[in-house]
């Protein structure tokens, strides 16, 4: 696809100083500009590119003025940054809007769809299963039965979601991720072997939820694992059954929730975080990386550590922490006197 300077500053509102026709047809950062890209300017730190850049059009901040010649033309706007990102989503949003039904897939007669769907190939769809408007669905994807999904959502390749699992409007699950699969339970019997207890429940994903490739989402052994509206979900993340994550919270990859723990509202944590199940964490809790936490947690804690404690003890006794060799030495060197 080609846009001209003129049709992408319409989208921006911007002005155009230099060629309005000049075709662009790729994004790239301003030090790889290459001709027919489009980059921009908004850190005064790369400056200095712009009268190298060999990118055929540059979003820059209103204020700038150039001081020796450019060959790139400019896209004036308020905010370069925030002008670039709308651009990008606008970029997306065309890029992905394919609609239609590829061949060979399987759809039960059952199954009810809305307008402007797009189901890619291989992709197996079950019985009752609602699909709403505008609902994208990459190749080889797997949809069991009973499953729900809002308008909008958008499901990339080898996504699965099991049964009875609910979707909401405008989310994204990325390519590998495993919604609704059984959680890890078992009980052990007079033999010393484990029978494994039924899992009956579902998953549901309220609206604007992201979920991350690779990431797992287990079905409630009862009732429902929850996933409140707007939260984020990095790569490689395991929430296991029956937990609840609260509306806004973001959690950074390769960290594991284990059952029926709760999570509340607007908390941010890092990656590789370990949280032990049955707990429940307040709102506005920040954890930082590689945090374990096992037990539960007031509103507004700052967390570090495993076991994790405040981040003002922590920093405190990390002081302590990086010199214990000396320490003992000195002890012992007081012992032998």
Same mark, same amino acid.
């Given at each position: 696809?080609?846009?001209?300077?003129?049709?992408?500053?319409? *989208?921006?509102?911007?002005?155009?100083?230099? %060629?309005?026709?000049?075709?662009?047809?790729?994004?790239?950062?301003?030090?790889?500009?290459?001709?027919?890209?489009?980059?921009?300017?908004?850190?005064?730190?790369?400056?200095?590119?712009?009268?190298?850049?060999?990118?055929?059009?540059?979003?820059?901040?209103?204020?700038?003025?150039?001081?020796?010649?450019?060959?790139?033309?400019?896209?004036?706007?308020?905010?370069?940054?925030?002008?670039?990102?709308?651009?990008?989503?606008?970029?997306?949003?065309?890029?992905?809007?394919?609609?239609?039904?590829?061949?060979?897939?399987?759809?039960?007669?059952?199954?009810?769809?809305?307008?402007?769907?797009?189901?890619?190939? !291989?992709?197996?769809?079950?019985?009752?299963?609602?699909?709403?408007?505008?609902?994208?669905?990459?190749?080889?994807?797997?949809?069991?039965? %009973?499953?729900?999904?809002?308008?909008?959502? *958008?499901? !990339?390749?080898?996504?699965?979601?099991? +049964?009875?699992?609910?979707? &909401?409007?405008?989310?994204?699950?990325?390519? &590998?991720?495993?919604?609704?699969?059984?959680? !890890?339970? !078992?009980?052990?019997?007079?033999?010393? $072997?484990?029978?494994?207890?039924?899992?009956?429940?579902?998953?549901?994903?309220?609206?604007?939820?992201?979920?991350?490739? &690779?990431?797992?989402?287990?079905?409630?052994?009862?009732?429902?694992?929850?996933?409140?509206?707007?939260?984020?979900?990095? %790569?490689?993340?395991?929430?296991?059954?029956?937990?609840?994550?609260?509306?806004?919270?973001?959690?950074?990859?390769?960290?594991?929730?284990?059952?029926?723990?709760?999570?509340?509202?607007?908390?941010?944590?890092?990656?590789?975080?370990?949280?032990?199940?049955?707990? +429940?964490?307040?709102?506005?809790?920040?954890?930082?990386?590689?945090?374990?936490?096992?037990?539960?947690?007031?509103?507004? $804690?700052?967390?570090?550590?495993?076991?994790?404690?405040?981040?003002?003890?922590?920093?405190?006794?990390?002081?302590?922490?990086?010199?214990?060799?000396?320490?003992?030495?000195?002890?012992?060197?007081?012992?032998?006197?």
């Amino acid at each position: 696809m080609k846009f001209t300077a003129e049709q992408i500053a319409g *989208v921006l509102d911007g002005d155009v100083v230099g %060629n309005p026709q000049i075709e662009v047809s790729k994004l790239s950062k301003i030090e790889e500009g290459v001709e027919g890209a489009l980059t921009f300017l908004a850190n005064p730190k790369y400056k200095s590119h712009i009268y190298t850049t060999k990118a055929s059009v540059t979003i820059v901040n209103r204020t700038f003025e150039p001081e020796h010649d450019i060959a790139t033309t400019l896209i004036k706007v308020d905010d370069a940054y925030k002008a670039f990102s709308k651009l990008l989503e606008y970029y997306n949003s065309v890029k992905m809007n394919k609609q239609g039904i590829e061949h060979p897939v399987y759809i039960a007669e059952s199954c009810k769809q809305g307008k402007d769907i797009y189901i890619g190939a !291989f992709t197996y769809i079950g019985e009752n299963v609602s699909l709403g408007n505008n609902v994208k669905i990459y190749p080889n994807s797997y949809i069991g039965d %009973n499953v729900t999904i809002g308008d909008n959502t *958008v499901l !990339f390749s080898g996504a699965k979601v099991y +049964s009875d699992c609910v979707i &909401g409007k405008n989310c994204v699950i990325n390519s &590998g991720t495993i919604i609704g699969a059984d959680g !890890f339970g !078992f009980a052990p019997n007079e033999h010393g $072997e484990y029978d494994k207890v039924p899992q009956i429940g579902n998953v549901i994903l309220e609206d604007f939820v992201d979920v991350g490739a &690779g990431t797992t989402i287990d079905r409630a052994t009862l009732g429902s694992t929850i996933i409140r509206k707007g939260v984020k979900l990095d %790569n490689q993340i395991q929430i296991a059954h029956n937990v609840e994550i609260g509306k806004n919270t973001v959690i950074a990859a390769q960290t594991g929730i284990a059952g029926s723990t709760k999570i509340g509202e607007n908390c941010q944590i890092g990656g590789q975080v370990g949280i032990v199940g049955h707990i +429940s964490i307040g709102n506005n809790v920040k954890i930082q990386a590689q945090s374990g936490i096992n037990k539960s947690v007031k509103d507004n $804690e700052i967390l570090q550590g495993s076991p994790a404690f405040t981040l003002t003890d922590y920093n405190k006794s990390y002081v302590h922490f990086k010199n214990l060799p000396k320490l003992v030495k000195v002890i012992n060197e007081i012992e032998k006197k």
